[in-house]
């Protein structure tokens, strides 16, 4: 009865990698702010959430337009990010990380409960775009939006490699994950740099939450929290140091777990995410891809 | 500088402190001897927050209703309401908490039949009435005298629908796709029984846990097994995601579920992706029934919404727990349990309600399609 071989695998496949372009981006996000200051800011999921939110009301109140909402979302996460940085990192600058680290989950609540208390707690629909199929490839079905969401990916990730090797703050960015005191005496301006990546992470991360969004048709204020877990232990499985690692732990993750649902079983998702996050912490906590850690 | 960092600091963690109370928005109510004084614990925040508002609003408008009309025995009522979260530690701390109030005579809730039976322990220790509209799981009621649930078993609404899928929609492969939490086991495992025992065949299975957004996965899974139908044993809104991402991968296939899908919320969510899906309901929005029109309308002047069956089966757990206050005569905890457990017959607007010895209620159940996108009765 069940039927095995190459067409379900490639839908499987297709299926994984739709997904790990989102985890991918998510996975930057993490790692952009992980690299300068080895902090994990664990707000990004409902930085996500906003962004699917800003574009819920575009869509709702002013235009069915995607490109608009994608832009909007990046402002709003940009915002998002920088204020999150003043005032988890900026104000705690000099005392332990941890208090950073709780101060981040503390917005994650906030932004949460806040979304909740404006938006309402119902899950709301997102208007479909481009859910049309593009082509079957060997009977699996691909969609508009499946290429267009892998082409965004890729297209942010060019824009984010040109970023850091082309401009200056992108050469402050990478100058500052290296040894920020030197950075600092070499007249780079350090706040600025962090403020950037805080921000620029936040960005990216609202924009993967319209595209998580209209890929799922729903929004709601938890939405969330799994994605930003997924994206973080994309971030370890690949490298967290590394942006390219980052990206390969995203699309490694969307493709393992879809075919662990394929081979195993659903129910058996989230345990093979977690337990590669628990495996990697463990055996070898610079992932893939990751630097050794420096002293 | 010190001092401002410590009160940055300060400020983080009372935020993050706060945040859990402010939502639980737990209202002390008066304990006066004039009152009666009730609690409800629902997931008024959370993954299920949608459910647990619904419940807040069906319960105090219920109460409200019945304070207008004088109350009972010669007293008001007074609710305190306590956010679980859909979380069963939240459940049994928030037990812990009304157990202990002196002023307290029983509770409504929670939503989730994990959550009350998480919590359940505490309520039979301590000798209190745990009155859950939805609880539907075979093992929650039985479990204790103190519990109560008002939506029927699963071991009975199950049967319903695997004979409408086998004998009046002609299924005979189906394939399930279930929340992995007690009752979407339940559901999953009652179907199943049901529908093999009439000769048809449960072809594939898949589960997801709560949260999940992507079913695209395990729906590729499931369409290679070729069913005639999809089960899908989920409440509204993953009911609805799900048949979303079966539209979009283009796999045209009917699909059915329990009565936890009958919301207008699905159809807003679900959009044409969910036309032609089947379900079932003991309430029904539009039935011409003066008692639910009043109620349909009250609530959709009051919250702006249509009450859906979860948020019936809440309505009517008010009403019967009033009933059997003043049927005790007494507000003694005791004496309110046994009042609850002899009621026969009462007349709610999710059918009428009869408890089991065991504290389950047996409804009746009514086929419902999706047509055009709105709810019709199937015939």
């Not at chain 1, 009301?57 to 337009?65: A, G, K, Q």
């Not at chain 2, 300060?10 to 004084?37: K, M, N, R, W, Y």
């Not at chain 2, 078993?153 to 492969?173: S, V, W």
Request: net charge negative; proline share 3%; charged share 15%.
């Amino acid at each position: 009865m069940v039927e095995r071989g190459p067409t379900v695998f490639l839908q499987q496949l297709i299926n994984g990698i739709t997904q790990g372009s989102l985890f991918a981006l998510l996975a930057i996000s993490f790692s952009l702010v992980w690299g300068l200051l080895k902090l994990v800011n664990f707000a990004l999921g409902e930085v996500y959430m906003f962004g699917a939110f800003t574009g819920w009301l575009i869509f709702t109140y002013w235009v069915e337009n995607l490109a608009v909402a994608l832009l909007a979302s990046i402002v709003v996460g940009w915002v998002l990010g920088w204020l999150i940085e003043k005032v988890a990192f900026k104000a705690l600058r000099g005392v332990p990380h941890i208090a950073s680290l709780v101060c981040t989950i503390g917005f994650s609540f906030f932004l949460k409960e806040s979304a909740a208390a404006i938006f309402g707690v119902e899950t709301k629909a997102m208007p479909a775009f481009l859910s049309e199929s593009a082509f079957t490839l060997a009977g699996a079905n691909v969609s508009w939006l499946q290429i267009l969401m892998i082409a965004l990916a890729a297209l942010m990730l060019l824009i984010l490699q040109f970023l850091f090797y082309r401009t200056r703050i992108g050469l402050g960015v990478r100058a500052v994950s290296l040894d920020y005191r030197t950075a600092g005496l070499m007249g780079i301006n350090v706040d600025r740099v962090i403020s950037v990546a805080f921000s620029l992470s936040g960005a990216i991360a609202a924009f993967v939450g319209v595209l998580a969004a209209v890929y799922y048709n729903a929004v709601n204020p938890t939405m969330g929290f799994i994605p930003g877990l997924k994206g973080f232990t994309a971030a370890v499985f690949g490298g967290i140091t590394s942006i390219p690692g980052a990206i390969l732990g995203g699309y490694l993750l969307g493709i393992i777990e879809n075919l662990g649902v394929q081979f195993i079983s659903s129910g058996y998702r989230d345990l093979i995410s977690f337990g590669i996050l628990i495996v990697f912490l463990l055996l070898r906590p610079n992932g893939i891809l990751g630097k050794k850690a420096k002293l | 500088m010190n001092a401002k960092r410590t009160a940055v600091i300060a400020i983080c963690l009372t935020v993050i402190a706060a945040f859990p109370v402010l939502a639980s928005g737990a209202q002390e109510g008066a304990g006066g001897s004039d009152t009666i004084h009730i609690a409800l614990t629902a997931p008024i925040t959370g993954d299920y927050a949608e459910y647990g508002v619904n419940f807040r609003r069906s319960v105090e408008m219920a109460m409200d209703e019945i304070n207008k009309d004088g109350g009972v025995l010669g007293k008001q009522f007074t609710l305190s309401v306590g956010d679980s979260k859909g979380d069963p530690k939240e459940s049994a701390n928030l037990a812990q908490k009304w157990t202990s109030d002196a002023t307290i005579v029983a509770e409504i809730g929670d939503f989730t039949s994990t959550c009350c039976l998480a919590a359940q322990p505490i309520y039979d220790r301590a000798g209190m009435v745990q009155l859950s509209p939805t609880a539907s799981h075979t093992k929650f009621a039985p479990g204790s005298e103190w519990s109560f649930s008002i939506v029927g078993t699963q071991a009975y609404e199950q049967p319903f629908m695997a004979d409408f899928a086998h004998d009046d929609l002609g299924f005979k492969n189906i394939a399930i796709l279930y929340i992995n939490n007690d009752w979407g086991v339940d559901t999953q495992k009652f179907f199943k029984e049901s529908f093999e025992k009439l000769g048809g065949d449960v072809v594939a299975e898949e589960s997801f846990f709560q949260g999940e957004k992507d079913f695209k996965a395990a729906l590729t899974k499931l369409k290679q097994s070729h069913p005639d139908a999809l089960y899908m044993a989920a409440m509204y809104n993953d009911g609805a995601l799900i048949s979303k991402q079966r539209e979009a991968l283009g796999w045209d296939i009917p699909v059915l579920g329990p009565s936890s899908l009958y919301s207008s919320q699905l159809i807003e969510l679900g959009g044409s992706a969910v036309n032609g899906l089947y379900t079932n309901v003991s309430f029904f929005a539009k039935d011409p029934d003066p008692r639910i029109q009043a109620y349909v309308t009250g609530f959709e002047e009051r919250y702006g919404a249509t009450p859906n069956f979860h948020a019936a089966l809440a309505y009517d757990a008010m009403y019967i727990l009033a009933d059997a206050i003043k049927k005790a005569g007494s507000t003694d905890r005791k004496a309110i349990r046994d009042a609850l457990a002899q009621e026969k017959n009462f007349k709610g607007l999710t059918g009428e309600i009869t408890f089991t010895e065991n504290g389950d209620a047996i409804k009746s159940y009514k086929a419902v399609e999706v047509k055009k996108g709105d709810f019709e009765l199937y015939n």
